[in-house]
């Protein structure tokens, strides 16, 4: 149970640089489930796919000395279903890796597995530099990551170009350049996979992108829209499980402040001895709900702990009809013990725990530099305390930390996000938009069709790319559906290509 | 009469690195023609627009300390013809400014100074980077041409990315969001419009790509077709005037080999006695054939000289009926007198000038780097003498030069090339690709219709851009009807915009 989930949440109560430093640490949860160990059945990830390198270009948009120095940049490769080979031009499904260890990623994304080979399709998936194993700098993270130097290189348009890179030069290698591909991504890995398909069409014939909140910059998506999204899943469930919670924090800063107050906290939520603070015991809490919220699927899952299915109706149920007490404190534990400890095999938990089993550290730098999606604001009506959201926060300790001003302008001016509807109403094509409204990064995700070809689908019992999850026999019918529109749609892409490729011939010496 | 255009063509004779490095500095000869004085009347540059600067950042794309560097980015604007300002959403003309003064390409863009009135336009002229005022690393093009470190920083996606910021900051301050943005750029500039259509649709509505070779990479446009084009050209002429200058070659090496041979040479073309050589003399020659052949204009236009209309025509009838004698040199000195001296005022031509009045000189860096046009090639029935083209060329002098390796394949990586016509049919929109075929570029040009609306304009009797230089009384009507039917084709595109402006209110708190 690693405090860095909880690291999230604690802007919600400060707005000290600090507190907002640990905030945009890991402020991108995304893909955060394990694989369905059930569906993987006894296989490791190392018999899902072989790990190789690529090496890759460190600077693709400049030509000074050190642009060309060069990493080795790793991706785990399955051509178990690539039906005929190169010689069939059987398609190629590849994963744009988000900001962790690729093998949690691929091993996440069951569908891309499940779906290779309906299509005979080659399975690719890039990790993406400065996670993982694909550090620059010879391979080590403490110099990847030493400062802004050479953190400098890491940012979502340098990713893109080595996808770009990667998947020609491995065409070419496997004799395969006119295999059509696919890219495929959730969170951050399905905004890169939706630019993918805008920025290199040539490259990708389309792009699934599940979860992608590319409007979430600017002011584009209001910065209350995460927290509403969260409080509207637990009021949804019950009014009063949503008054609990929302009445608890000032509860616990009354108790912290109190003499004695802590170790009463510490009691009650079982906080292992070395450390205990209220503003640490209120992330950990905030924490808990807004995974869950995040990953509130419709069937069991694992976490980093276990979760139910449905986990957000049965925290309310711990609430609303609790086991161990009828104190808010017990009702609040029994909630957190969903999330944090539904296997019931903790003894403690620990609050100043910050592993980072899945790699997410760098992503602290890319909250700092151009992802800035502000999720902080809290109206008069949320679960959380009202607050309004603040860039300054960001700004402050993005300078404080790295000596560096983000630039929030920057991915809007590039990919584009203001007014999308218009803009691509008659540019582009071969994207599908996922989005399950239960998910708080759905506020800032394409929740409506912008053409035939760029479309939405929004799954309203659904939670963050709950798509992508390997299936399993107790999917509701909506998911099916949602994975069956899926496949046809990709189909279809497919079919369009091949009937293009046998028909262009008479372009090929333009 | 400056020699920097006879260095264009040195290549032809040689395959050394250190000709291949003349050869290379200023490769991409663009838009090399001057304002029409005649439309421009009494007007100088500073009478048709205002210049301004904007703070540029040195790099889009990464975070090092270094990135956050800014230059002040030199633009000149005219809103004349802005029909209501900003309130009524007139729309923007912007022109994406290529490899040297932006002055003179605006000066030589009367297009968009014509066209603007019927549209109600504001005009913008952005300057590339590293060329005329805009030069990073102080203003100063001593340290921004220092050497590789501080020239790195000079690329197309940079160059791209710094229209994008300016022309979104811009309209920001006009009250301007919701004008339409076309793009326009002839040879570079035209490369530059297309990609900026393809990589920035939330930023232009449309793009207006004149002459762009955007094919001419990794061997997708054969390295032959170049000078088989301008081998066309003459021949199509005259066969005794192609013949005449294909056997000039060896008559020209025979004669300098000789005892006294230069002298000869420097006589019979009146070259200064400061510098001769067989291979200045070739270079000095190839040099105006390829420029008269880019530049055949159908009415007289200025160039570095005036040229008269249908300028290749004259060369050849100055070598089929020669005035001043009838040896092959005699013959040649008239060609050459076409281009050179047009008017008669010479009394000498200067082989070892090489100034730059246009500020061209990064271009050497661009081919180094990124821009691989390869477009040496000579078959046995070239106008000049045969020969392979040479990447390894290139190579050595790039290596030699700026201890720098091309990336020839990156353009194409980035933007797309191969298969264009299959790849784009169900992509993008709104950009028109004019070509005209006397024009050596046009080979790498897009000349067949990609969609309904990725057009192709091909004008048979078109050379270099013709499209865009202000319009004459003496235009022929094919040259006439392609303006014409740009203007109806952005015309429907404006017309779009604002149709989809109108309806798209209810999309915008998506």
């Keep these: 149970m690693a405090i860095w989930l909880l690291l999230l949440f604690l802007h919600l109560f400060s707005s000290s640089a600090v507190t907002t430093a640990k905030n945009i640490r890991h402020g991108f949860p995304s893909s955060i489930v394990q694989p369905e160990q059930r569906i993987l059945g006894s296989k490791t990830g190392h018999e899902l796919y072989e790990e190789k390198f690529f090496t890759q270009i460190l600077d693709h948009f400049n030509y000074n000395p050190q642009s060309y120095e060069t990493f080795q940049q790793r991706y785990l490769i399955n051509d178990n279903y690539w039906g005929g080979g190169a010689d069939k031009n059987a398609p190629i499904f590849v994963y744009t890796g988000n900001e962790g260890d690729i093998e949690w990623f691929a091993q996440n994304t069951g569908f891309m597995f499940e779906t290779a080979p309906i299509f005979k399709a080659l399975l690719l998936f890039i990790e993406h530099r400065y996670y993982g194993k694909s550090m620059p700098f010879g391979g080590s993270k403490e110099r990847a990551y030493a400062n802004s130097s050479t953190l400098g290189y890491l940012s979502a348009t ?36 939706a630019w993918f398909r805008l920025k290199y069409p040539h490259v990708a014939v389309g792009a699934l992108a599940s979860s992608a909140p590319i409007l979430n910059f600017d002011n584009i998506t209001s910065p209350f829209s995460f927290n509403n999204i969260i409080t509207h899943d637990f009021r949804s469930e019950s009014e009063n499980c949503y008054k609990v919670i929302k009445r608890s924090w000032q509860e616990i800063d009354d108790t912290a402040a ?35 919220a995040m990953t509130d699927y419709p069937t069991p899952t694992n976490f980093l702990a276990p979760l139910p299915a449905y986990p957000v109706k049965q925290m309310c149920k711990a609430i609303d009809d609790p086991k161990t007490g009828n104190n808010t404190f017990e009702k609040l534990y029994g909630a957190a013990n969903v999330y944090y400890n539904y296997t019931g095999d903790a003894t403690c938990f620990d609050l100043a725990d910050d592993s980072d089993p899945h790699g997410l550290g760098g992503w602290t730098w890319q909250a700092c530099t151009e992802m800035i999606l502000l999720t902080d604001g809290n109206t008069e009506d949320s679960i959380f305390p009202p607050n309004n959201y603040s ?41 599908i938009f996922f989005n399950g409204l239960r998910d708080p990064w759905s506020g800032g995700g394409v929740l409506k069709d912008i053409s035939k070809s760029l479309v939405a689908i929004v799954a309203k019992e659904g939670a963050h790319h709950v798509d992508l999850r390997f299936s399993t026999s107790e999917d509701p019918k909506w998911l099916e559906d949602v994975r069956n529109r899926e496949v046809r749609i990709i189909s279809k892409w497919l079919s369009q290509y091949y009937r293009t490729l046998a028909h262009s011939s008479d372009y090929y010496n333009n």
Tied chains: 1, 2.
């Design 158 to 193: 340098q990713a893109l170009a080595d996808y770009a890179t990667l998947i020609l030069d491995l065409k070419k290698n496997l004799t395969a350049i006119d295999s059509p591909v696919v890219v495929f991504g959730g969170s951050y890995g399905g905004m890169l996979a």
């Design 258 to 292: 109190k003499p004695g107050g802590l170790e009463i906290l510490r009691k009650s939520f079982r906080i292992c001895k070395n450390y205990i603070s209220g503003e640490a015991l209120k992330g950990w809490l905030g924490t808990a709900y807004t995974y869950t």
């Design 391 to 431: 860039y300054n926060d960001r700004f402050v300790f993005c300078k404080d930390n790295y000596n560096i001003e983000p630039r929030p302008t920057w991915i809007p001016t590039q990919f584009g996000a203001h007014n999308i509807y218009r803009v691509l109403k008659r540019f582009g094509s071969n994207i």
